[in-house]
């Protein structure tokens, strides 16, 4: 029987569960002439929680196992198939069957659910712990085995990046240069350029949607400019690469500028236009979260609309519009199909907008296609350029959250 038809099994009896332990403390309470101390609809909770928990739990346990023993292809013998689904029914059979006995008056059904519904939020928050973990610990051991094979001052100062390294003796280029100041120069550059184009023309649009703008004409345009953000990055790649690098091209060659077909600035400023959305509905649904009792008082001391934007409204904001600014720079930061597109996977060292350059993520992707072995420098860099970027994200948002903290100290 296949995992998620079990799983619906098991659903149903939980269903089951719920609908029986209310019957029986309706029942209870009838026969017996005394209050239940839950409602009844709690002892059906309790009762389904024993019934789905247990089985599920096991349930993923075994399908957990079965992954490691027959994960290969060979499969597992039959007489395990049928334990994988007849364990769980069991499990979920005895739960139910035991949960309707307990059900008494004097039952405290409800705070037991409520423990169970706590410990299985308290559970699901410790995911994304958990998550995070495996993946700085992932990073970790391989940078640990990159860095053994590569120096790390090599890596973080070096000024030449040729991961190419030869999968034969014989061949040529048997050994790569990993100075990897070009490929952190480039994401640098082209995120520079994309939060030059985001940032002031998603708070301007903000700023004017929720300040100036009449509320039928926001209704239209807001949603408008949303649909940037559901256009798929190499839906913008293609408008990159075959519309702005050219203009750009031609644009340049008009007035004397070497501008290459692949270029910083156009992937940059297609980068820009996409993360727009970003910023601008963030930054305007902080606006309008500003009280308007702030804005009239600053109205009646004599501030016109401007001063009060400028005075009231953007310090007011300033938190949310930090965290807007820190989301589009993160999604600047691991953009990868318009680069791959519009700026090419040179890496160069320059901070000329016209040139040619990669990014880090670029980067990841390419040293992880391919034939190469898993255990070589070149494979294994992609995990030492991934754990810098994820330092380098951790220290921005530690800086917005300082300097968050600094401005509500100021303001509160």
């Known amino acids: 029987m296949q995992f998620s038809i079990l799983l619906a099994v098991l659903v149903a009896f939980a269903g089951l569960g719920f609908l029986w332990g209310r ?7 009838s026969a017996s002439g005394r209050r239940l101390h839950s409602r009844a609809r709690h002892h059906g909770m309790l009762v389904a929680a024993w019934t789905g928990g247990p089985g599920i739990v096991v349930l993923l346990l075994w399908a957990v196992v079965q992954a490691r023993l027959g994960g290969a292809g060979e ?5 395990a198939a049928w334990a994988g689904i007849a364990v769980p029914l069991a499990v979920a059979i005895v739960g139910l069957t035991w949960g309707v006995r307990r059900i008494t008056p004097q039952l405290r059904a409800r705070n037991q659910f409520e423990t169970v519904l706590r ?20 990073l970790l051991l391989e940078s640990i085995r990159f860095f053994s094979l590569v120096p790390l001052h090599e890596f973080l100062f070096g000024l030449h990046w040729s991961p190419q390294i030869a999968i034969r003796e014989d061949q040529v280029a048997s050994s790569g240069a990993f ?3 070009p490929v952190f120069a480039g994401t640098l550059l082209i995120s520079l350029i994309a939060m030059l184009v985001a940032a002031p023309v998603g708070l301007l649009s903000a700023i004017w949607m929720s300040e100036y703008a009449a509320p039928n004409v926001r209704a239209t345009v807001k949603p408008i400019l949303e649909i940037l953000a559901g256009v798929p990055t190499v839906v913008y790649g293609f408008f990159a690469a075959t519309t702005l690098a050219p203009a750009l091209r031609d644009l340049g060659s008009f007035f004397g500028l070497g501008v290459s077909s692949e270029s910083a600035l156009a992937a940059g400023v297609v980068m820009g236009v996409m993360i727009i959305p970003f910023v601008s ?24 609309k401007a001063e009060t934007v400028q005075r009231v409204v953007l310090p007011a904001a300033l938190p949310g519009v930090m965290g807007g600014l820190m989301l589009a720079i993160s999604r600047a930061i691991g953009e990868t199909m318009i680069v791959v597109m519009a700026a090419g996977l040179a890496a160069n060292l320059t901070a000329n907008p016209f040139a040619a350059v990669t990014t880090v993520t670029v980067q990841i992707v390419t040293l992880l296609t391919g034939d190469q072995e898993f255990d070589s420098a070149k494979t294994l860099a992609a995990f030492g350029l991934g754990l810098v970027l994820f330092f380098v994200t951790l220290a921005l948002n530690v800086l917005a959250l300082e300097v968050v903290r600094r401005y509500r100290e100021a303001y509160e």
């Open 119 to 138: 410990n299985l939020l308290l559970l699901a928050s410790a995911v994304a712990v958990v998550t995070t973990a495996g993946i700085v610990l992932s």
């Open 23 to 29: 019957a029986r403390a309706a029942a209870v309470a």
């Open 179 to 181: 100075g990897a100041v």
């Open 281 to 304: 509905s963030l930054s305007d649904d902080v606006f309008r979260a500003v009280p308007d009792s702030m804005r009239y008082g600053s109205m009646a001391l004599g501030a016109t």
């Open 75 to 79: 499969g597992m013998s039959a007489a």
